[in-house]
């Protein structure tokens, strides 16, 4: 499997149909054969990419909608995404993915960011 072209902290844009919505990438990790994405998913919807640009640069206003989301790599790619802005993250933002990695019980979905996240 091919290195990930992304990196913990990123800010992901990916289109909707009317504007463009962000993901923070907390964390990857290989499961068996397949990667884990750990991401976190955000309520805001922007015009254009430069609108998500400027909001993810002063992130203080940006709506968490899902603060942890672990998705297989085939969920995870069915939306196209790319890197607009990276700056490291803080305890509390990677607090849930610790979080999800402490339980024993924990579970990665195949579903898609865009069902995860209510969009369609």
């Known amino acids: 499997m091919a290195m990930s072209r ?3 902290g990123d800010f992901l844009v ?5 504007g463009f919505a962000l993901l923070r990438l907390l964390a990857t990790e290989r499961e ?3 990667m884990v994405w750990h ?3 955000y309520r805001d919807f922007f015009p254009d990419v430069d ?3 400027r909001a993810s640069i002063e992130d203080e206003n940006l709506t968490l909608s899902e603060p942890h989301m672990a998705l297989t790599n085939r969920a995870f790619e069915s939306t196209q995404v790319a890197t607009i802005f990276n700056k490291p993250l803080t305890p509390h933002e990677v ?3 610790a ?16 069902l995860m996240l209510g969009l369609r």
């Open 6 to 8: 992304f990196s913990p």
């Open 39 to 41: 991401v976190a998913g």
């Open 14 to 18: 990916f289109q909707l149909e009317a």
């Open 99 to 114: 979080k999800w990695k402490s339980d024993p019980n924990r579970e990665v979905s195949n579903r898609s960011v865009r």
């Open 32 to 34: 068996g054969s397949d």
């Open 51 to 53: 609108a998500a640009e």
């Open 95 to 97: 607090g849930p993915y």
